[in-house]
Nanobody
Framework: HVQLVESGGGSVQAGGSLRLSCTVS??????MGWYYQTPGNGCELVSTIGIDGPIYYKDSMKGRATISRDFARNTLYLQMNSLKPEDTAVYYCVRDANAPDYWGQGTQVTVS
């Protein structure tokens, strides 16, 4: 059984930073990622990471976000800087970023 638990969301002012964490219980797999869901919209892929490092960043996040993972702690991170109000969303950690089979419960990020 695989379980993903996100943390680190919150409310920040524009220009601020947040680091999201996702702790995985069970087999994390080679590729993991972050999606977000904005109000009234579907989920969009934010970033993915493989065994060798980051693979993908959504255009609007390039230069502002860094995805990383700690294999020893089985934890995935998303560092977000220079946050903008349009980054406001529920952020989800997923296993197998291209065809997610497990999702976390989501963590709310609100930028004002």
């Amino acid at each position: 059984h695989v379980q993903l638990v996100e943390s680190g969301g919150g409310s920040v002012q524009a220009g601020g930073s947040l680091r999201l964490s996702c702790t995985v219980s069970g087999f994390a797999g080679p590729d993991m990622g972050w999606y977000y869901q904005t109000p009234g919209n579907g989920c969009e892929l934010v970033s993915t990471i493989g065994i060798d490092g980051p693979i993908y960043y959504k255009d609007s996040m390039k230069g502002r976000a860094t995805i990383s993972r700690d294999f020893a702690r089985n934890t995935l991170y998303l560092q977000m800087n220079s946050l903008k109000p349009e980054d406001t969303a529920v952020y989800y950690c997923v296993r197998d970023a291209n065809a997610p089979d497990y999702w976390g419960q989501g963590t709310q990020v609100t930028v004002s």
